[in-house]
């Protein structure tokens, strides 16, 4: 007899055009004892399940059919009593510790009143018990961090806490939604580390919602696969990822990134198949295609970047050091990639290359032209034309209010004034078929296309220019891991037939290795080590990048 | 062409406003009556024979004349006539065309202004921004009808009194645009504050284009919303604001007379028992005012949605 058991279980959403199934006859069980990962891209019902079981869903969404046994009782049935198991059965942890926490009440506050809302005892013994939860998830020094405010933690102990605060009147049943993703990697891993401990000592069912493929192969015992509010797949969790049954759950497979290997592309597996693509795209005829050479395209010399807060002196002690004394080269046609945890400069660099920042000191050259010294705006728009960049947010970086063709056309209109009404209409249609765009997109606004649709006119925005250097700051953070490998692939197809140069940002190590020849390291604005991307896989020479590689949820640990 | 517009009133359609309009009882009763009102504010001359400008329509015999359904009522005049006998329904209609017009043309002039400030104060940031805010800063602790007084004033000083009358109504437009501006420009600053960090402004200065193609093609459209918003409430305030300073004596000169002249020239009869004369043109000002308010507030909640529910 498992412990939880869903059977049967649909959850719609009336909303004003149709009916939104979000999950539709689930049937799961978890035991005790056990982790079961929830694995699916966005919007295909993970989070949903969780919320069915604790009894949070929104309106308009409701339970349609369906039923869930915690042991034996039936707690879908009498809404009125859920309230008693969510928090005393049912231990929650969710996605980001920032507001997970109420910011005005110490963590002591906080846990003394769940404790005290749930089980009759009084305050002393309600704060013998709070710190003894907080020893046990790992807060050092807990009787006098107890009255201290969330904002005194950091990230990954503010994870802890909310975890503390979940185990505080003994839950059966954990449910962690996405516990990790708003955490660096260093962190992830001792969180993670964390729950399974818990897992073992309490005997707890958990079940660990997330969308990442390595966390799911570290962690978890069994794993569900969901697509559009069906459950695709049960079973142990070695099963599933090595052997899996369904179409989707192989692509879901074969599009995470290999952090053992470098692939030459993902391999995209669709239902139907598609017609064979043209290898030579349209673009290439307009395209002065750059001879590789072995020469330096972009020389960042001595970098540094510092923001100070205050608005009247300038260089006071109050700054903040982003980026200190970075030196790299990238040669033409080379991908180079840096990687860093959050906060790390990363982006500072990439601003401060297509000029949107001003160095504090040190400086760029492109093509052995200083760029960071040009002073007039004639000059600056030559470079303009050759450095383009692709954003993280695909929401943010289009603007909402133009058509995808207005929002394509823009560079091309800037650079080339004189260029005729039905030249520029073809062009546009060129670029669209080269990041793989229907033609009739051109017409349509950016809010009518799904991230990646989104990521693909942003790259064929900055295609637009016939650039040299594309830099591309995290650009598939914000997508599925299927998207991610489309555009990923394409990115790869475009730098060969162009010969791009590429600099690569990213936090996220399996994706550069499959983008990069070549990789540098950063942490808290400072360059820790470049090397081969081989190399650096294989024999990191800094401790800092040791630490990076050893802690990567590693997908191939399933195979161990 | 055809198509485009079948394929635009579709997206409309579809839309979320359009939804919200239809399911809000409060919507479309407001957005009705002023439909209605402007109608018959500016084709006034469809809707009435009677021309209260033209000499020849006075006549003394009719002056007083209460409104129809009471016992000395004319069918004829339906909400009676004022002292010169001239018909009330077609005297307020003609006085809110004008107050209409002061109205649009004052919010219009100092949405302009108001957001072009907070629109570049916004973007470029720095010591211009801080000039630009502490001057809204300061005029905000003026109350505008004061603000709308004091630029009254000073344009009697300057301009002659045989020029006055004709110009009274641009002062006017002028004084009461002046005192609302500092709304819009806080608005339209904060808005630009958040739009200018996004990405796409990033991506439109990698590829070059110039700070003022930037801020006008590609910010203003994205905080047009809230800005809409603040206008529409501001017309009501601006209507309200020419019929106080007309009332005071100090907006349109009475040989042109808006709902605020109107409602004081009324204001003498009132205790002699002629009602009628002053609570008409004022209760069609509170109609008036209260229908965009109402319209202003639906608005406010369908466009900004961090406050639906």
Known sequence: MSFLKISNLSVDYKMRKETVYAAKNINIEVNKGEILGLVGESGSGKSTIANAVINL??????????????????????????????GKKIGLIFQDPQTSLNPILTIGEQLIETIQTHINISK?????????????????????????????????MRQRVVISLALCCEPELLIADEPTTALDVSIQSQILDLIKKLTRERNLAVILITHDMGVIAETTNRVAVMKNGNLVEVGPTKEVLTKPKEIYTKSLVSSVPPTDKKISRFIIIEKENKTEKETNLKILNRWTKKKLTEQDLVQVKNLSKSFDDNFF?????????????????????????????????????????????????????????????????????????????????PYSSLNGRLKVKDIVSEPIK??????????????????????????????????????????????????????????????????????QAQILNLLKDLQEQLNLTILFISHDLPVVRQMCDRIGVLKDGKLCEISNTEELFHKPQNEYTKELLHLMPKIESIYN | ?????????????????????????????????????????????????????????????????????????????????????????????????????????????????????????????????????????????????????LVDGIARGIIS?????????????????????????????????????????????????????????????????????????????????????????????????????????????????????????????????????????????????????
């Not at chain 1, 002393?124 to 050092?140: H, M, W, Y």
């Not at chain 1, 949107?356 to 050259?365: A, E, I």
């Not at chain 2, 007083?64 to 009676?80: N, R």
């Not at chain 2, 329904?89 to 108001?114: D, E, N």
Request: glycine share 8%.
């Open chain 1, 57 to 86: 869903i929104d309106e308009p969404g409701k339970i349609s059919t369906g039923t869930i046994k915690l042991g034996d009782l039936d707690i879908n049935k009498d809404t009125s009593k859920t309230i008693n198991y969510r």
């Open chain 1, 124 to 156: 002393e013994e309600a704060k013998k018990r709070s710190i003894d939860l907080l020893k046990e998830v790992g807060i050092k020094d807990a009787e006098n961090r107890f009255d201290n405010y969330p904002h005194q933690f950091s990230g990954g």
């Open chain 1, 313 to 393: 002196t300038e260089n006071s002690k109050n700054s903040v050091i982003a980026v200190n004394d970075v030196s790299f080269d990238i040669k033409e046609g080379e991908s180079f990639g840096l990687v860093g945890e959050s906060g790390s400069g990363k982006s500072t660099i990439a601003k401060m290359i297509v000029n949107l920042y001003k160095p504090s000191s040190g400086d760029v050259f492109f093509d052995n032209v200083c760029i960071t010294k040009i002073k007039r705006n004639s000059e600056m728009m030559n470079f303009r034309k050759q450095i383009q960049m692709i954003f993280q947010d």
């Open chain 1, 414 to 483: 800037l650079h080339n004034p004189s260029i005729s009404r039905i030249d520029l209409d073809n062009y546009i249609s060129d670029l669209l078929e080269s990041v793989e765009l229907t033609q009739s997109s051109s017409e349509r606004y950016p809010h009518e296309f799904s991230g990646g649709q989104r990521q693909r006119i942003s790259i064929a925005r900055a295609l637009a220019t016939q650039p040299r250097l594309l830099i591309c700051d995290e650009p598939t953070s914000a997508l599925d891991v299927s998207i």
């Open chain 2, 1 to 149: 062409m055809g198509n485009n517009l079948i394929s635009t009133w579709a997206r409309i359609k579809d839309s979320d406003i359009y939804h919200s309009f239809i399911k809000s009882p409060t919507a479309i009763i407001s957005s009705s009556i002023l439909i209605i009102i402007f109608f018959c504010s500016f084709f006034v001359e469809l809707v009435t024979p009677y021309n209260p400008f033209d000499p020849s329509s006075l006549s003394l015999m009719d002056a007083f004349t209460p409104p129809s359904w009471t016992e000395d009522g004319l069918a004829k005049f339906i909400l009676g006539t004022d002292g010169q006998g001239r018909d009330m329904l077609a005297t307020i209609l003609y006085g809110s065309r004008i107050s209409l017009i002061v109205g649009f043309a004052a919010i219009l002039f100092s949405l302009i202004l108001g957001v072009s400030l907070g629109l570049t104060a916004g973007y470029f940031g720095g010591k211009y921004e801080m000039i630009v805010m502490r001057l809204t800063d300061v005029q905000l602790t003026v109350p505008s009808i004061l603000m709308a007084l």
């Open chain 2, 161 to 309: 009194r045989e020029m006055h009358d004709e110009m009274a109504i641009y002062v006017l437009i002028f004084a009461i645009g002046i005192s609302e501006w500092p709304q819009f420009a806080r608005v339209s600053r904060a808005a630009t504050l958040v739009e200018k960090n996004k990405d796409y402004v990033s991506a439109s200065k990698i590829i070059g284009v110039s700070n003022l193609i930037i801020m006008f093609k590609h910010i203003l459209p994205n905080i047009l919303r809230p800005v809409l918003v603040i206008g529409t409430i501001g017309l009501a305030l601006a209507i309200i604001a020419e019929a106080t300073l007309s009332f005071l004596g100090v907006g349109v000169p009475p040989t042109t007379p808006s709902l605020g002249t109107l409602i004081r020239l009324g204001n003498d009869f009132l205790f002699s028992g002629e009602w009628w004369i002053t609570f008409f043109p004022a209760i069609f000002l509170v109609i008036l005012a209260f229908s965009i308010n109402l319209l202003g507030d639906w608005m406010r909640d369908t466009l900004n949605p961090r406050l639906k529910k």
